[in-house]
């Protein structure tokens, strides 16, 4: 569930009390259905922000270690069939594995996301604050 590394930030990002950020989180926000999160990537920035790579980076690894472990065991469907890459993580599982529950792992890996990148916004958002008040203050 690789989503799971950006919708959390999408969320945060419309939460945001910034223009900036609420102008990025609504134009990402229906390309990021279809998997197209590259708005949230570089428009934030995401990869290149010493803030959210952290969260970045381990938010999708776990999510799909969670992600693999629950579909190796007998609680879901398996994948029997190839589905484009674009298909809104929600449909996904359902559509390739016939089985409705796989939607939980979707929902599991957005959590875990969450989860990660909250304390990391938090940290960012205040940087965010501070540097605006030095420029106020030059």
């Given at each position: 569930m690789w989503v799971a590394a950006v919708w959390p930030v999408i969320?945060?990002?419309?939460?945001?009390?910034?223009?900036?950020?609420?102008t990025i989180g609504l134009t990402s926000l229906v390309p990021g259905i279809f998997t197209i999160v590259e708005p949230v990537i570089y428009g934030l920035p995401l990869a290149l922000n010493p803030y959210l790579i952290v969260p970045f980076i381990l938010s999708g690894t776990i999510a799909n270690g969670v992600g693999y472990l629950l579909m190796s065991s007998d609680l879901f469907g398996k994948f029997y069939a190839l589905v484009p890459w674009a298909t809104p993580p929600f449909l996904l599982g359902p559509i390739g594995t016939g089985d409705w529950k796989t939607i939980l792992i979707v929902v599991i890996s957005f959590i875990i996301g969450f989860v990660l990148y909250l304390p990391f916004w938090r940290v960012y958002l205040r940087s965010l604050v501070q540097r605006d008040h030095e420029l106020e203050a030059q």
């Open positions: 969320l945060l990002i419309l939460l945001s009390k910034r223009k900036e950020h609420k």
